[in-house]
């Protein structure tokens, strides 16, 4: 039987006590669908709300993204974007996939993610928020970090700030900014392959059902139709 956990921002105050400035939490979706983008959402969130006499809270109804129901995501959506300092959702195509493998193409898609992110929350070129420099640390969910490993790559966006990573197995479950960005960026991937499957030549997977996953309808119909332009050719397919 599965236990229910609450997450809560413990990690993200350890996180700013050792003088971050934001704290950017990250998970990922579709890393082992069979058609369209790999996403990692990233919730930032700044250190000094996190102190004063009314710190940032938990976001009520936050929970691993998939813990929820898919109504239940769509009904906290909006108040999960609006409880970020700023948030962003980095995806690298199925071709892109194929080209450079999962694990790269995670950390390039993350990598996109943080530069947006960063961006939006106002940190300039030169790292600067407000004219002071900022320190960004990161939680990433599961025991690999894939984003500081794509940094500085040929294929990587320039970021304002690097995030100092760290990991954290399970940690859609325990740390609220990781949780939030994995409901984000499921949310957002799942409307987006809803929407495709909706078009005539994408109909035969269903993808609007498995949201590109491997069902065993979308197996069959990928044996009688033959992958689409959206399918990760290097992946096993049927």
């Known amino acids: 039987m599965s236990v229910s956990v609450t997450p809560t921002l413990d990690m993200e105050r350890a996180i700013a006590e050792r003088g971050f400035d934001v704290i950017v939490g990250f998970d990922e979706v579709g890393r082992g669908s069979l058609a369209g983008p790999v996403m990692v959402g990233a919730a930032a969130i700044r250190a000094r709300d996190l102190i004063g006499a009314s710190p940032l ?12 129901t898919e109504h239940k995501r769509e009904a906290i959506f909006d108040e999960l974007e609006n409880w970020c300092a700023s948030w962003a959702v980095g995806a690298a ?16 898609a993350a990598l996109r993610a943080l530069a947006e992110a960063e961006t939006k929350l106002g940190i300039d070129g030169d790292g600067l928020l407000g ?3 900022v320190k960004v640390g990161a939680i990433l969910d599961g025991p690999n970090d894939y984003i500081t490993k794509a940094l500085n790559t040929f294929d990587a966006p ?20 990781v949780a939030t960005a994995a409901v984000i960026a499921k949310v957002t991937r799942d409307r987006l392959m809803i929407e495709l499957g909706e078009r005539p030549q994408y109909a035969p997977y269903e993808w609007d059902h498995n949201k590109g996953y491997g069902s065993a309808a979308h197996r069959a119909a990928i044996a009688e139709h033959g992958p689409s332009d959206l399918h990760r050719l290097s992946w096993h397919l049927v």
């Open 57 to 68: 809270a938990v976001p009520e109804g936050v929970a691993d993204s998939k813990m929820l």
């Open 93 to 108: 195509t199925n071709k892109e996939i194929d080209e450079w493998g999962i694990s790269h193409a995670l950390g390039v």
């Open 131 to 133: 004219g002071e420099l």
């Open 158 to 177: 320039e970021v304002p700030v690097p995030a100092e990573v760290a990991t954290k197995v399970k940690g859609d479950r325990y740390c609220a900014t």
